[in-house]
């Protein structure tokens, strides 16, 4: 790779390590993080691929945004205190354009999500992003999908389905009209920051995850790490106007059960606790399945339920 | 990717997380990391790119100890304790013994570095391992780049030149007697671990870093950070016997001085400080330049040398 690249990279990415938590950033062998005293350590680590994770031809400002969102979901779903992130970019030979706009949705979540990214690694090979994020949280508070009790409340903090039927537009599946494609690809482009959410959730809820394979898939990573099982009310799932514009409801619902990548939060609350946001969609009930009370036939998040979690 | 071989993965890697700075390991949706009382945090990723950091056909299970031993040597460059590690892994459709066998070495460097392995996500895509690395060291005992004085003694921390001998060897280059070939070969597949002697020079050394570009492109990065010029003696440089053996001297040297992934570390020490190991190779003095004596016209980390550090 040209030096001009990496110079260029360096540019874009060497202002966008400053925070709190920053003692050294980017520039030295590793950098230097200091998590307030006392808190244990949130770590997790995602990567997207192109022509797997996202088109080649997406915008590269939505690409580097919604990398570090998906990452930052694990944070959130642990209710943990974002600290910093790093980033692996490898990428083939790039035009300045297309490092420039990957830069500036990089640049926007770091300010979105409050990560300032402290280090990083860019290799040349095949197009291939992977995010670290770290973040802190009191101990014994961190939201773990291993809590959940029969008898508690399942809800989901946003609506689903909407990236899941982006990418079907995206496809040229289904037609909508402009105003609902618009807001269904930026719903795919531009995951929102449940952060704040998560942090509410410390002390209140028994069981979280992130909603990145789809409800019933992340749903079942809950049912099994608790040892419980989860019945959702297809009915109380929360569409949006895109959504239930759609001619088919159940297409719909579909997406919303299955559909992964919106990166809302599901989480668990035992009785007499109010949720701080979210909508209520089903109960905990005894047995080790998810139950959503219709078919999934090959639906896109249904294998992962059967995976071990990750 | 068939589930069975997300199975076979999550098996291989969830035994290899337990460590006494972790709190929850692989499984949730983020690790839970509990770094010791009042140290700050010290944070690297490492990318490995198949076709680019190593060849196709490389014993998978070089590939898995390399990748770690790479990102742990920006730990020992700092003087960290390691703390643990999350491991990004983008494989094509490979076969269970691949991933087997990269498991393996992937082990031995978790045991080797005392690295637990606390998280991970695993995707599909072209073979690229991305590593982050997670140390601690007491507030301001870190090793930066940028505190070279003119005066000071630079030092190595051992034979230099083999990694680049050793993939001469591999593409034919050369050849060795088989002794002389199977030390090369391993010191490229397997970089020492360098932690014990980072830490020991935690209140010694006024800079350091690892030599993964190669010591001219690397004492270049300690010489921009310090602002000062840094003279090498070529007669010092420590060669393994099987460098030595090589028909040309030129030749050995300028493997020595340019060859990258030897993951020794390059140190400077005040005048007076006695080093805890290593040879002196030179000497820090003022001006801003590398000047080892001999030209280097289009040796491999030599462009490196005018990089932006990282």
Redesign the interface.
């Known amino acids: 790779m040209p030096?001009s690249e990496?110079?260029l990279i360096?540019?874009y990415f060497?202002s966008l390590g400053r925070g709190p938590g920053v003692?050294?950033s980017?520039?030295?062998?590793?950098?230097?993080?200091?998590?307030p005293?006392?808190q244990?350590?949130?770590?997790?680590?995602?990567?997207?691929?192109?022509?797997?994770?996202f088109f080649e031809d997406d915008f590269p400002e939505d690409v580097g945004y919604r990398a570090v969102a998906a990452a930052a979901s694990?944070?959130a779903?642990?209710g943990?205190e974002p600290l910093?992130m790093?980033?692996?970019l490898?990428l083939p030979d790039a035009d300045e354009l297309w490092l420039h706009a990957f830069s500036e949705g990089v640049a926007q979540a770091v300010a979105a999500f409050r990560l300032p990214l402290?280090?990083?690694?860019?290799?040349?090979?095949?197009l291939?992003i992977?995010v670290?994020?770290?973040?802190c949280?009191p101990?014994g508070d961190?939201l773990?999908?291993?809590g959940a009790q029969p008898g508690d409340a399942v809800y989901v903090s946003g609506t689903l389905g909407d990236a899941a039927a982006a990418l079907a537009l995206l496809n040229g599946d289904w037609q909508a009209p402009a105003e609902d494609a618009q807001y269904l690809t930026a719903r795919l482009h531009r995951p929102p920051s449940r952060l704040s959410l998560g942090q509410q959730l410390r002390g209140r809820a028994s069981a979280?995850?992130?909603i990145s394979d789809g409800l019933v898939a992340d749903a079942g990573h809950i049912a099994a790490?608790s040892g419980v099982g989860i019945v959702i009310d297809t009915d109380a799932l929360p569409l949006s106007s895109a959504l239930q514009n759609h001619p088919s409801r159940e297409q719909a619902l579909r997406w919303a059960l299955t559909g992964g990548d919106d990166y809302e939060l599901c989480y668990c609350l035992p009785q007499g606790i109010t949720s701080p946001g979210g909508v209520c969609i089903g109960q905990v009930v005894s047995g080790e399945r998810v139950d959503c009370g219709m078919p999934l036939p090959g639906a896109a998040g249904y294998?992962h339920f059967?995976?071990?979690?990750?």
């Open positions: 030096l990496f110079s360096h540019r060497s003692a050294l980017v520039g030295d062998d590793c950098a230097l993080l200091e998590p005293a006392g244990q350590l949130v770590v997790s680590v995602d990567t997207v691929v192109a022509g797997v994770h694990d944070l779903a642990m943990a910093g790093t980033l692996a490898t402290v280090g990083g690694d860019t290799t040349r090979g095949p291939t992977s670290q994020v770290l973040g949280v101990p961190a773990l999908r291993s979280a995850i992130d790490a294998h059967e995976q071990d979690a990750e």
